[in-house]
């Protein structure tokens, strides 16, 4: 076994931000049957901001959350922490797909990681929030033209993005694989897992209650509302909420329109102040690189290192185990792409390795919708981008139950579904025959082959 393999080997098979001596303990599971006014199905961002606010909007109304895990488990506790202003996954995806609505779309990102912002400090969250932005980093020379292009065309829409030349690049992050940067100031980091267990004790706080170890198994209809099977339980709702992303939907209607991927880091010891010094970073700016197999990057509290992505993982039939969140081969992958990003640190040690899944939708972000007349809302599709564009969804689905016509529910991206994806065996051979296009585009100057093309111009997407 080589020195890296050994190092990845060694690391601790679980979410660094899960490791936490702050995990709360957990809730005890609904054990009778019961009666609310709202329920969520789901502990993860998007149904903690949905009890949160529905809370928040009517103090006097039963909101129940119940989660088949613990909140912030899945998901929610384990990924990179980037918080965006974007609702659409990313300017260009927005530009492309809903280009009348995106002076309304921007507006509303930026105001909404502003509420959360404001959340944070109002519910005193400890979740280390930063709003240093983030560095899109070129690591290839196409790509510099391209970050120049998105750099103009973002502030021809009001957006306070800037173009870093290689060396201002290099002084804000000194990697040699960094030849150019796009600088976008509305992102911020938080620590993901903590994020989750502060809006899970704002939500017992404000009078939710919340059951964890809870599994919701089945959904149906009578006269007074909604009936939700739980464990071996049944709760009676006149609202519904669901909140389960990755994880199979209750509605059958649902079960092509996301495909659930795994996603994968590795994080490194602390660095020491030398190591730190190599590597100048001063500014703590979250960090991704423009190819399509990407990578993202952090520093955290303690001023370790978070790498990850690059892979993205689709098993036959939607596949979804605990086993497949550890994959020897793709860690070794990220420890080899680390060294190339970071020499100076080349033997360093990794404390923790994990994956996590996502749901991944064809447009790329999140998707709305309702059933039983109205009485059932969700969203889904968050395609990795949802720490901050849960809050929007859990706002768009309060909107959606109370039957309110708002802006947000005018949008074309709450009001239309993207395309589903296609049953197996054509939705496995699609997806591997998308990433095998991606990373032969990558290593091809960025040219997309004749399958991107058709998958483009059908509005179809697959992201790493």
């Not at 996301?258 to 960090?287: C, F, H, M, N």
């Not at 020499?343 to 939708?361: E, N």
Request: proline letters at 5%; hydrophobic letters at 40%; a negative charge.
């Amino acid at each position: 076994m080589s020195d890296l393999a050994e190092r990845v080997r060694r690391a601790k098979p679980e979410p660094f931000w899960l490791d936490d001596d702050a995990s709360p303990e957990p809730l005890p599971p609904l054990a009778h049957d019961v009666s609310t006014d709202l329920l969520v199905v789901g502990g993860g961002y998007s149904g903690l901001w949905s009890a949160l606010l529905a809370k928040e909007r009517h103090p006097d109304r039963a909101v129940m959350l119940v989660e088949a895990g613990t909140c912030g488990g899945e998901a929610s506790g384990r990924n990179g922490g980037f918080c965006e202003a974007s609702l659409t996954h990313g300017f260009d995806n927005g530009l492309s797909r809903w280009p009348d609505d995106l002076p309304a779309l921007l507006r509303m990102g930026r105001e909404n990681l502003d509420e959360i912002e404001a959340a944070v400090s109002r519910y005193g969250i400890d979740c280390n929030f930063e709003r240093n932005g983030e560095l899109d980093v070129a690591t290839d020379e196409y790509q510099v033209d391209e970050l120049r292009d998105a750099a103009a065309a973002m502030s021809a829409y009001g957006l306070p993005a800037t173009f870093v030349e290689r060396d201002d690049a290099r002084a804000r992050f000194d990697s040699p694989a960094v030849l150019a940067a796009l600088h976008d100031p509305d992102v911020a980091l938080v620590e993901p897992a903590r994020l989750a267990w502060g809006l899970r004790s704002a939500c017992l706080e404000a009078g939710v209650e919340i059951f964890e170890s809870s599994h919701a198994s089945a959904i149906d209809r009578d006269d007074a509302g909604v009936r939700v099977r739980v464990g071996d339980r049944t709760v009676q709702a006149r609202r519904v909420i669901l909140a389960t992303n990755a994880f199979p939907p209750l509605l059958r209607r649902l079960r092509l329109m996301t495909v659930p991927v795994y996603d994968y880091a590795l994080v490194t010891d602390p660095l020491s102040d030398l190591q730190r010094k190599e590597i100048g970073w001063a500014g703590r700016e979250g960090v991704g690189d423009s190819g399509n197999q990407f990578h993202y990057l952090r520093l955290t509290r303690d001023n370790r290192i978070l790498f990850g992505g690059y892979d993205a993982i689709y098993h036959y039939g939607n596949g979804i185990r605990r086993s497949y969140e550890q994959r020897q081969a793709t860690f070794e992958t990220l420890g080899r792409h680390f060294e190339e990003y970071f020499p100076a640190l080349q033997g360093i040690g990794f404390s923790h390795r994990w994956g996590g899944v996502i749901d991944t939708s064809t447009q790329f972000c999140a998707f709305y919708g309702t059933a039983y007349d109205g009485a059932v809302a969700y969203a889904l599709g968050f395609t990795g981008l949802g720490v901050g564009a849960t809050r929007f969804a859990a706002l768009v689905m309060l909107d959606l139950l109370d039957g309110a016509k708002t802006e947000r529910t005018e949008l074309e991206m709450v009001r239309r579904k993207p395309l589903p994806f296609p049953p197996e065996p054509a939705r496995y051979a699609g997806v591997q025959l998308t990433r095998w296009s991606l990373a032969k585009a990558d290593a091809n100057q960025g040219k997309r082959n004749a399958w991107l093309k058709l998958t483009d111009a059908l509005g179809l997407g697959f992201d790493s």
